[in-house]
């Protein structure tokens, strides 16, 4: 299991050009999502005035400028009566139906064995115009006759100049075809790679819009903030489709996407994987996703009517920790990653193939596993955590949180790594992406 840390530093003062909202309730007064809704932002609202218009309690954020937009959304949930709610994250643009490829659906929760958590994510660079209107919608997708309960939701956008080093496509099959669940030995490597349609695509990467491709050529060497996102449908009874992301096709350590369970049973026929890191390349270097089959054989697509979708930004070296992880701080269980009580992790680094990074100008590393990340400068810091899990018991799902000075961060966690330990289904994963703001010097993530 190797995880996946990034920190990086994108505004120095008051979430500058961006918007971070939080609620945990819907339009409707309620932490009940049976039957869906839209997020009301009640808790927390803070925006940058010059791009964005957001009250409190509002499930509305206007845009006051047209341009790229970065969206992440965490929606974490929890249902103990019935079997496997589900809950979709959808963000709708002035109403619309839902956007083609800003949605997660990893909320899987069983209700068995314990697992009663689940957690949809997504992270994508999308155009707005001016004027437009964003709501999340939650909707239910599995289990639908069943309560479930929404912890506390997260939204943050951010507006992403013209002068960003950035890259993103979508894409909605493979080289070999429309199915994503296929197996290492019958389809080989360079035809389970997705194939990329260009959005945007700036002076770092090598890529020609009005040809689709598999590879992404990163010109420059240094570290890349890499987002993918792939929402899933199938009728495969515990089908699980993997990502991988490669460098010159060799898969790098801590890379991949897992969470895309599909049990085919009380309506739960969609799901969606994701990876969030940064990756560090040398020049010249050639990244391409690939899917493979994690479970059950049979057809698992991109789902009807949505898309894939990449976004790919060039960073700089100020204000970068970067490093790759397998333990946690506990000495004598530090490999098992399902503890009974929450367990910080060993940040001591030394895992997989991308260097690790440290500006030291912005960060310690502290604690006898170095599992303080202390922070030097004051700022907003977007913080990436990517982990691969494998293993364990029947309906393990490992919950991934974060805390600055021994407090938990609100909407700032992922519990989207059921494995069912049956028909193979024995790998899964999380990504979480989030922002926190006004960090102090001496403040310790």
């Given at each position: 299991m190797t995880l996946l840390v990034g920190l990086s530093l994108p505004a120095q003062a008051a979430v500058n050009?961006?918007?971070?909202?939080?609620?945990?309730?819907?339009?409707?007064?309620?932490?009940?999502?049976?039957?869906?809704?839209l997020i009301s932002w009640n808790t927390y609202s803070s925006v940058d005035p010059t791009i964005f218009s957001h009250n409190l309690y509002s499930e509305k954020l206007t845009v006051l400028k047209s341009g790229h937009y970065f969206v992440s959304a965490t929606l974490p949930i929890e249902s103990a009566v019935g079997q496997r709610a589900t809950q979709r994250a959808?963000?709708?643009?002035?109403?619309?139906?839902?956007?083609?490829?800003?949605?997660?659906?990893?909320?899987?929760?069983?209700?068995?064995?314990?697992?009663?958590?689940?957690?949809?994510?997504?992270?994508?660079?999308?155009?707005?115009?001016?004027?437009d209107v964003l709501t999340l919608d939650a909707q239910d997708i599995a289990g639908n006759a069943n309560n479930r309960f929404l912890r506390t939701a997260s939204l943050f956008v951010e507006k992403v100049e013209?002068?960003?080093n950035v890259f993103n496509a979508k894409a909605t099959k493979i080289v070999s075809g429309d199915n994503l669940n296929v197996s290492d030995e019958d389809v080989a490597q360079e035809d389970r790679n997705l194939i990329w349609t260009g959005q945007r695509i700036n002076k770092a990467f090598g890529f020609v819009k009005a040809t689709p491709a598999a590879g992404i050529t990163l010109k420059d060497a240094g570290n890349y903030l890499v987002y993918v996102n792939i929402p899933l449908e199938g009728s495969v009874g515990r089908g699980s489709v993997g990502l991988a992301v490669s460098l010159d096709d060799e898969i790098v350590d801590g890379a991949r996407g897992q969470q895309g369970y599909i049990r085919n049973s009380n309506g739960h026929r969609?799901?969606?994987?994701h990876f969030s890191g940064v990756i560090n390349a040398t020049e010249g270097q050639v990244l391409k996703v690939e899917t493979s089959q994690l479970a059950k054989a049979g057809t698992i697509k991109v789902q009807n009517g949505k898309t894939a979708s990449i976004f790919i930004e060039?960073?700089?070296?100020?204000?970068?920790?970067?490093?790759?992880?397998?333990?946690?701080?506990?000495?004598?269980t530090a490999e098992n990653l399902n503890p009974n009580a929450k367990t910080s992790l060993a940040l001591?680094?030394?895992?997989?193939?991308?260097?690790?990074?440290?500006?030291?100008?912005?960060?310690?590393?502290?604690?006898?596993?170095?599992?303080?990340?202390?922070?030097?400068?004051?700022?907003?810091?977007?913080?990436?955590?990517?982990?691969?899990?494998?293993g364990?018991?029947?309906?393990?799902?490992?919950?991934?949180?974060?805390?600055?000075?021994?407090?938990?961060?609100?909407?700032?966690?992922?519990?989207?790594?059921?494995i069912r330990q049956s028909d193979g289904h024995s790998e899964s994963s999380g990504s979480l992406v989030a922002m926190l703001n006004d960090l102090a010097v001496d403040d310790v993530v």
């Amino acid at each position: 299991m190797t995880l996946l840390v990034g920190l990086s530093l994108p505004a120095q003062a008051a979430v500058n050009k961006g918007a971070l909202l939080k609620g945990n309730q819907t339009v409707k007064g309620t932490n009940n999502l049976k039957g869906g809704g839209l997020i009301s932002w009640n808790t927390y609202s803070s925006v940058d005035p010059t791009i964005f218009s957001h009250n409190l309690y509002s499930e509305k954020l206007t845009v006051l400028k047209s341009g790229h937009y970065f969206v992440s959304a965490t929606l974490p949930i929890e249902s103990a009566v019935g079997q496997r709610a589900t809950q979709r994250a959808l963000l709708k643009v002035n109403g619309n139906a839902g956007h083609q490829y800003a949605l997660g659906q990893s909320s899987y929760a069983r209700n068995s064995s314990g697992a009663t958590e689940g957690s949809s994510h997504f992270n994508v660079l999308i155009w707005l115009k001016e004027g437009d209107v964003l709501t999340l919608d939650a909707q239910d997708i599995a289990g639908n006759a069943n309560n479930r309960f929404l912890r506390t939701a997260s939204l943050f956008v951010e507006k992403v100049e013209g002068n960003r080093n950035v890259f993103n496509a979508k894409a909605t099959k493979i080289v070999s075809g429309d199915n994503l669940n296929v197996s290492d030995e019958d389809v080989a490597q360079e035809d389970r790679n997705l194939i990329w349609t260009g959005q945007r695509i700036n002076k770092a990467f090598g890529f020609v819009k009005a040809t689709p491709a598999a590879g992404i050529t990163l010109k420059d060497a240094g570290n890349y903030l890499v987002y993918v996102n792939i929402p899933l449908e199938g009728s495969v009874g515990r089908g699980s489709v993997g990502l991988a992301v490669s460098l010159d096709d060799e898969i790098v350590d801590g890379a991949r996407g897992q969470q895309g369970y599909i049990r085919n049973s009380n309506g739960h026929r969609f799901s969606s994987i994701h990876f969030s890191g940064v990756i560090n390349a040398t020049e010249g270097q050639v990244l391409k996703v690939e899917t493979s089959q994690l479970a059950k054989a049979g057809t698992i697509k991109v789902q009807n009517g949505k898309t894939a979708s990449i976004f790919i930004e060039k960073l700089g070296d100020d204000g970068v920790f970067s490093d790759a992880f397998s333990t946690t701080s506990a000495e004598e269980t530090a490999e098992n990653l399902n503890p009974n009580a929450k367990t910080s992790l060993a940040l001591d680094g030394g895992t997989g193939v991308s260097e690790p990074y440290l500006d030291e100008a912005h960060y310690a590393n502290e604690g006898d596993a170095e599992e303080q990340i202390v922070i030097k400068k004051a700022g907003n810091y977007l913080l990436t955590l990517n982990a691969v899990f494998q293993g364990g018991s029947s309906r393990a799902n490992p919950r991934l949180s974060v805390e600055v000075n021994g407090q938990a961060v609100a909407g700032a966690e992922s519990t989207a790594h059921y494995i069912r330990q049956s028909d193979g289904h024995s790998e899964s994963s999380g990504s979480l992406v989030a922002m926190l703001n006004d960090l102090a010097v001496d403040d310790v993530v």
